[in-house]
């Protein structure tokens, strides 16, 4: 792992908080060159008009004077991350194909609820999300899922309302708000110029007949071609394996929630979305992506909404005062509940153990493992932090680790000298993980068939490690006849 005082570990910042909101929020560190002028001039593309939100005294239990409401550039600060459902940014014929605002009850809907908890002194990203089900308390209004709170849309005080709810929920205040619809989002990641994105076997579902779901109904859809991963409600049709998927099919990846190991969508949903994000911030570590910074600014900013606090000016000096932070500095969690009815509706009533995640953030202490698994879902890989060994693989190892990084996983460690091999670990590729570790160390095989696995008490440092020799190659194009479909992993 680099030394966060190094040159090298210096310019990591910019590329990973540009890459921890990713579509939702990518403006943050992007075009540090760009003048004082320029920001001025973008200073009000896309705002709307926000109070940041107070702790009541009867609100949760979270509340902290380490969470005032002030500058972000200096103190710790939340944003609210949102992405709705809205189709009226879709062009005709995506309208045709998923429906406009009216064939979905003519309302928005919060499809995408973060908090994004920042702090300087700690120079790391925390990022909660809540499923969109949630059964809650929305202020003035009464229980009801979470994301109806943004029943008004952005321009109806959608982002004010959600706030309040998340405020009024877990005790933290909202000092500002990210917004993009489905058609931002698409064009945010085609600015970005795509995301490499590696898919696992298991989530093959074709040839078969696939359901389809509308406004007035439920149809059957039968895919002829074999081995592909397909959602027909999103649109999502693609081989496992690793490719660089555009803004459409980036869109319809961070949406699906019914393919074949997706025991509870919205789980699968989120740790999709998660993954995703994490698989950005891997990729903007990458030194070319540097280059390109400056000319996404005003492209991103104007295909998303902020509130009129959130300067960019303010968002460059945040990124000045947070130096060194790498891929790992973003923790991922989400709220975790379990399923149930209200009035005849499917809801998730938040786990007790969600407010550990609250109050451990308010009072800045770590967070452990607490909101890491949500039940009967495998755990994201954004949330499983994976050596690669190499063991003279001759440059094998490399090719590993770019499928950990476009795979969404925590590619902090790096890659490891032969000294590392555990103990009693044959010359053969092998991935190894610590007692306990055994469901994470599941999701890694996923991605890597036909690699064995083994438990090792003397694997030092990380919960999984790859160990690469010189006779593996590890699949690296969709366009390859992808190995027999594996299991689901373990939740």
Not at 99 to 127: C, E, F, Y
Not at 129 to 154: C, Q, T, Y
Not at 214 to 230: D, M, N
């Amino acid at each position: 792992m680099s030394d966060p005082s190094t040159p090298h570990a210096h310019g990591r910042l910019a590329r990973s908080i540009v890459a921890i909101t990713a579509s939702f929020s990518l403006l943050l560190g992007l075009g540090i060159a760009v003048t004082a002028v320029r920001w001025v001039q973008l200073r009000d593309v896309g705002t709307g008009v926000f109070t940041p939100t107070t702790v009541s005294p009867s609100a949760g239990t979270a509340a902290s004077s380490t969470l005032r409401t002030g500058a972000c550039s200096t103190g710790p600060c939340n944003y609210l991350l949102l992405g709705s459902d809205s189709r009226a940014s879709l062009s005709a014929d995506q309208q045709g194909q998923f429906g406009t605002n009216q064939d979905i009850g003519g309302s928005s809907r919060a499809d995408t609820i973060m908090l994004v908890h920042t702090d300087p002194s700690l120079q790391k990203a925390i990022i909660v999300s809540f499923p969109r089900d949630l059964w809650v308390e929305i202020p003035g209004h009464g229980m009801n899922k979470i994301n109806s709170a943004f029943e008004g849309g952005i321009e109806g005080g959608g982002a004010q309302q959600m706030a309040d709810t998340v405020t009024n929920l877990t005790g933290i205040p909202i000092d500002h708000y990210l917004y993009v619809d489905l058609g931002g989002f698409e064009k945010v990641v085609d600015t970005l110029g795509g995301v490499n994105m590696c898919i696992p076997t298991y989530d093959v579902n074709t040839p078969g007949w696939l359901t389809q779901s509308s406004a007035t109904g439920e149809t059957q859809v039968y895919y002829s071609e074999p081995g592909h991963v397909v959602d027909p409600n999103t649109g999502l049709d693609v081989l496992p394996g690793c490719q660089h998927l555009d803004g459409s099919q980036s869109l319809a990846f961070v949406r699906t929630r019914h393919l074949p190991c997706d025991a509870i969508g919205d789980f699968s949903r989120i740790g999709r979305q998660q993954q995703f994000l994490r698989a950005v911030i891997n990729q903007m570590l990458e030194p070319q992506q540097l280059v390109k910074a400056t000319g996404l600014v005003e492209p991103i900013l104007r295909n998303m909404r902020r509130d009129q606090g959130l300067l960019p000016g303010d968002l460059v000096y945040l990124v000045g005062q947070l130096r060194g932070i790498s891929t790992g500095a973003a923790e991922f969690r989400a709220v975790s509940g379990v399923e149930g009815t209200e009035g005849g509706l499917s809801v998730v009533r938040m786990d007790p153990s969600a407010q550990q995640i609250f109050d451990a953030i308010a009072q800045g202490k770590p967070l452990g493992d607490i909101g890491t698994q949500l039940a009967i879902t495998p755990p994201s890989p954004a949330n499983i932090e994976v050596a690669v060994i190499d063991d003279s693989s001759e440059g094998k190892a490399d090719g590993v680790e770019q499928v950990l990084t476009d795979s969404g996983f925590d590619i902090t460690p790096g890659i490891w000298g032969a000294d590392k091999v555990p103990a009693r670990i044959s010359g053969t590729a092998t991935i190894v993980f610590r007692p306990g570790h055994d469901v994470e160390a599941g999701v890694v095989s996923s991605y890597f068939p036909g690699v064995k696995v083994v438990e090792s008490t003397t694997l030092q440092g990380v919960p999984v490690a790859i160990v690469v020799t010189k006779g593996y190659t590890p699949q690296t194009d969709s366009g390859q006849t992808p190995p027999a479909a594996s299991a689901c992993p373990a939740a």
